[in-house]
């Protein structure tokens, strides 16, 4: 049974960073790293980040035989690469003018796949370089065989086939096609791609945009983000019980923390967010511990009602605080919340009970008027983060702010939309939450010393 091998991965972030340790020979070289998309893209979004290597999406097509398009006579790359496999097209009996059509076609999705995910920024060129082509699985190996052909074509000097799971059936036929194949697990029960994940949700085209918006590091690891110095004494999900629901989160601690950052999301989004998850590390690489849960159950999220019931998530996120405070490895922490769209309107209303005793807060693209005549009772130094291309949000900042009495700031990050995903933009604003956080976490702890 499968089960006896377990899940070995919790998500594909986790199995991005168990993958990127294999591949740590790379770092320094001239490396590029290509995700499969879509579910490929998360995973090496994780082992770009860790090699310090640009990232980028590799868009092929499979060209199939027509009377069996599962049978693949060639693929369809970017920069006009054509491969085809000769002995196959010529079994098929494939003329000339059929394929051409075909390969019409194929060449017609790709390039509106291509679009899709990476906009106008240009493909990253491979000409010399290693390319490292990432999958968050292989299982016939089809996509896979396309993909480095067609990456060979595109002029890289070195192809590396990475994946975090593949199947031992397919491994002997890969390896004479690359220059290295890298996988973490390769177990004999493998059946499909989906086993080895505990977290197997889709990924959505939204979140490859994002992911390669945010990818416009990679910079050398500086001393305001010293990763490899910082490991966590506890890293694990956790269940909240709130009144009568139980909430799932995922709390970090790292040696030594600082304080405590509780997330609090917005409607539609989630401890598993790309975004909420990035800030996170960010804090994280800065020895700032991090809870990131759901103010709302699985059921409820789709309610519109609780959605906007800013009393009810400011419960919730006071329960949340108050279990957080007993775990062994917070007790005596600062507390800050992090809080994005309707969820910073929670995290000001809960900072405004006379018992709350939150250190600071910040909030991304928030909606601070939803917190209403209790912004004034907020004592919390607040920051407020907004796009300066977010208009109407930013508007409401401006408002919300004259309205509160204690300290606080307002930083307008230039060029971002509400989402933050324009290349760079997320990061500004990780960064100046990672530097309030520290900067009154610090205070805090004179204060108490």
Not at 21 to 37: A, F, I, K, S, T
Not at 315 to 321: F, G
Request: hydrophobic share 45%; charged share 25%.
């Amino acid at each position: 049974m499968w089960r006896s091998w377990g899940a070995p991965f919790a998500d594909r972030p986790d199995a991005g960073r168990r993958l990127a340790e294999r591949l740590m020979h790379l770092r320094g070289q001239d490396v590029v790293v290509l995700g499969l998309p879509r579910g490929g893209v998360p995973v090496a979004f994780e082992v770009a980040r860790r090699l310090h290597a640009p990232l980028d999406v590799i868009v092929v097509r499979k060209l199939g035989v027509p009377f069996q398009p599962e049978l693949a006579m060639g693929a369809v790359g970017e920069g006009g690469v054509v491969v085809l496999n000769d002995r196959v097209v010529r079994v098929a009996g494939v003329e000339q003018p059929e394929l051409s059509a075909i390969e019409r076609r194929e060449r017609a999705e790709l390039e509106r796949r291509a679009l899709r995910f990476r906009g106008t920024r240009e493909r990253v060129p491979l000409g010399g370089r290693i390319a490292v082509v990432v999958d968050d699985g292989i299982a016939t190996g089809a996509t896979a065989r396309a993909a480095c052909a067609v990456v060979r074509a595109q002029g890289a000097a070195r192809v590396v086939l990475a994946a975090p799971a593949c199947s031992p059936t397919v491994v002997g036929s890969l390896q004479p096609e690359v220059d290295e194949l890298v996988v973490v697990e390769c177990s004999p029960d493998f059946v499909a791609v989906g086993q080895v994940y505990a977290d197997f949700r889709p990924t959505t085209d939204e979140e490859v945009v994002e992911l390669l918006g945010r990818s416009t590091l990679p910079e050398p690891p500086s001393t305001t983000h010293p990763s490899a110095a910082v490991r966590p004494v506890r890293d694990e999900d956790v269940e909240v019980v709130a009144g009568p629901v139980r909430l799932a989160g995922r709390l970090t601690v790292p040696e030594h923390p600082l304080g405590l950052v509780v997330f609090v999301h917005g409607s539609g989004s989630s401890r598993h967010s790309p975004r909420n998850r990035f800030v996170a590390e960010v804090l994280q690489e800065a020895r700032l511990a991090t809870l990131l849960f759901d103010l709302l159950t699985p059921g409820e999220e789709h309610d519109r009602a609780a959605v906007f019931d800013i009393d009810l998530l400011a419960v919730r996120l006071a329960q949340v605080d108050a279990w957080a405070r007993e775990q062994p490895e917070c007790r005596g922490l600062p507390v800050g919340y992090f809080g994005a769209s309707t969820g910073a309107a929670a995290a000001l209303r809960a900072a405004a009970e006379p018992g709350s005793d939150v250190t600071a807060v910040v909030s991304r693209g928030g909606r601070p008027d939803l917190a209403g005549p209790r912004l004034g009772d907020v004592r919390a130094p607040t920051l407020l983060i907004v796009g300066g291309r977010d208009d109407a949000v930013l508007e409401l900042n401006e408002a919300a702010r004259a309205r509160m009495r204690c300290e606080s700031r307002l930083m307008v990050v230039p060029r971002a939309t509400h989402l933050f995903e324009e290349p760079g933009t997320l990061v500004a604003a990780a960064d100046l939450a990672r530097d309030w956080f520290v900067a009154h976490f610090a205070q805090a702890r004179q204060h108490t010393a």
